[in-house]
Structures are given as C-alpha cells and as structure tokens.
C-alpha cells in the first residue's frame, strides 16, 4: 500500500532564511496578497477590508517588520491625492461640488487636488494625463462638462487611474457613475408651470454640446407634451449657462408683441439674467412673467422675488463622487448605481397668467 503524500508546500508557506529581514514583497508572499495591499495597510488606506489588514498587521508583527520610512512617504503621495477636472463657467457649481468632495474626504488620510481645464481646447486630454501622473493620484472626480467626454475616460482606463464620472445620464460602468436626472428636475418645472395654467411658455437651455442642457430640455418638453402642449422650436433658445447669454436670451423672448408668460432657464445664472430685462422693460415677475431657473444656488434665493428653482444637491453629488473612489474595490464591484435626484423648490417667482 503506497504511503499517504505530504502535503506539498508553495511559495507562500516558505519562512524567511535565516537571519534575513523581511521585505514589503515577504510580507506580501506570505499573506498571501499585493504588494499594493500591504502598502495601503501600511499607510492606514482605508481601502482595505478589516479582515485582511488584521491578518496583515499580525504577520508583520510576528516577523519584526518595519516600513521604510522613504518608501512609505512615497506611498502616501501616491494614494492619498483625489483629483477634481472640471470645465464649468459657473463658479457656485465648483465650489458646491468641492464642498461636498471634502465632506467625504474629511478624516479619511485622502486631500483633493483640482484641475481646471478648457475641453474646446486642442491637447486638453494630454493636460489632464500630466496632471494625474505628476500627482500620482489616487482617482479622478470628472465633472460636466468634461465626464462627458468618452475620449477622457478612455485615457484614464488606459493609464489604470480610477474615475467617478457625474452626469445627467449612465455613461459607463454602475461603478463609475454618479447619475444627477437632469431629465426628472425638468420635467417637474414643466409640470408645475402648466398646473399653474400656463401653456405659452419658453426655455432658455445650455449649450447643445453639454448632455446636461440636452436632458433639461428634452425632459421639459416631453414633460408638456405628455399634457398636450406643444413647445414651438421658436420657444426654445440656446445660450451658454452664464449670465449674459441669459440677458441676450430674454431680450429676445421679450421683445415680441406676443411674450412667454413662463420661462423656463437651464440654470440661475441665466434666470438672473431673464430678471435684469424683465426689470428694464417693466415687466413685473411673477404677475406677468413666471421664471424657473436650475441648480437652487444661494442666487435664487438672493434676486427678488425669490426664484423657484430645481434643486440639484450639487455637495451631495461631491460627496458621492469622491466616496466612491476611496472605497474599497470589493465594495465598488457590483454596487447599484449612485444617484442623486433633484427636486423644485417653489418659491415666490411664479403665479397663474394674466387672463
């Protein structure tokens, strides 16, 4: 009868040789994990499950290793850096948007960095790559308008660096996305203006590259097309989400023998700017013109009358955003998709229509 076979040992169990201290690439062999996984539990990353960084740290303990204090420091530049890239003419949004990047970040070991950038610009992409290999980042927070470029996430896949992508729409992996329905926010606006009787109304929407400008007015419109009211193309204007386009926008819409008595602005920027002519012409809001704006930036509630406005959460989108990318990648596959939703706050800058 053959004799029963040992056990054959791997590479793992070996010990250490005699004498010999022991290396980040020993510990990692003989737990039986990454490199970069006893690097983050070395660096107190909190992208590392319990679990597995007390079974780490008892080896380490149990072999008498020690860090090295250069290597280390190394380390911590590496993956403890957030980025934000953006490309957004509106002030309030980025500062909402690192607010609430902060808030997650807050204790956890990780700083946020950002990036502003010009995506009409040539080599724009190549400015982005410097920017997260020169930081060695950890991840990338993409804000619209740039999470809407498919070239740009690419890039950052092919350079291995994580992303969260906010938009108004899924554009990419569950894991990956932060979905803000621009399309619902509008369609609530549609909806409480024609409750209020209106059926004349017009939209003063974002550029027609941004997806944010396209889902806000598709939503509007489909929204009074479900009730029956058919918005003429000649109702719909495009301008840039700034202040002045908002104006130009209005002057227009305006200046006709047979106005809008709603108008709805892609976001407040443009609505203050629709109060500055309504204010020259004398055109007195809400009586005679109802105005909905986007965002709910503290704008809204600053111009007189206070401005209705869909409410997008912009720091809690941040918030998300950035606590995805220093979760755990266990926790990150298979999550269900992060949204956050918007909502009207009604306040006094619309009634029903002059009879």
């Known amino acids: 009868m053959p004799a029963p076979r040992k056990p054959r040992k791997t590479a793992s169990d070996a010990p250490l040789p005699p004498g010999k201290s022991a290396t980040i690439n020993d510990i990692a062999r003989l737990a039986g994990v990454s490199k970069k996984t006893v690097s983050r539990i070395i660096n107190r990353s909190p992208l590392v499950r319990e679990e597995t960084r007390e079974r780490v740290e008892k080896l380490m303990r149990d072999v008498g ?134 059926r004349d109304m017009a939209v003063i929407t974002g550029p027609s590259s941004y997806r944010s400008a396209i889902e806000r007015t598709g939503g509007f419109v489909d929204a009074l097309a479900r009730r029956g009211i058919e918005l003429p193309k000649s109702r719909i204007l495009e301008a840039g989400y700034t202040f002045e386009s908002g104006v130009a926008a209005a002057e227009k819409l305006l200046a006709g023998k047979r106005r ?75 999550r269900p998709l992060a949204s956050v939703r918007p909502h009207l706050i009604v306040r006094d800058s619309c009634q029903p229509p002059e009879t």
Request: proline residues 5%.
């Open 65 to 198: 290793y020690v860090p090295d204090p250069l290597a280390r420091g190394l380390a911590f530049r590496r993956s403890f850096l957030i980025g934000m890239v953006y490309d957004n003419p509106t002030a309030q949004f980025i500062v909402n948007m690192q607010y609430g990047a902060l808030d997650a970040l807050r204790d956890s070991g990780f700083e946020l960095v950002v990036h502003p950038c010009d995506s009409r610009s040539p080599g724009y992409i190549d400015g982005v790559r410097r920017f997260v290999q020169q930081q060695k980042l950890h991840g990338v927070m993409l804000v619209p308008r740039v999470s809407e470029d498919q070239a740009l996430a690419d890039m950052l896949d092919g350079i291995g660096c994580r992303y969260t992508r906010i938009a108004a729409l899924a554009l990419d992996d569950h894991s990956r996305m932060v979905i803000t329905h621009d399309r619902d926010g509008a369609a609530e606006a549609a909806d409480y203006l024609q409750t209020l009787g209106h």
């Open 260 to 334: 809008p008595t709603a108008i709805f602005c892609a976001n407040d920027e443009m609505a203050a700017g629709v109060y500055r002519v309504a204010l020259r012409m004398g055109i007195d809001i809400p009586r005679q013109l109802s105005v909905i704006g986007y965002d709910d930036s503290p704008l809204a509630s600053r111009l007189w009358p206070p401005l209705s406005s869909v409410r997008r959460n912009t720091r809690d989108t941040g918030r998300v955003a950035a606590a995805m990318l220093i979760q755990a990648d266990d926790d990150v596959r298979g």
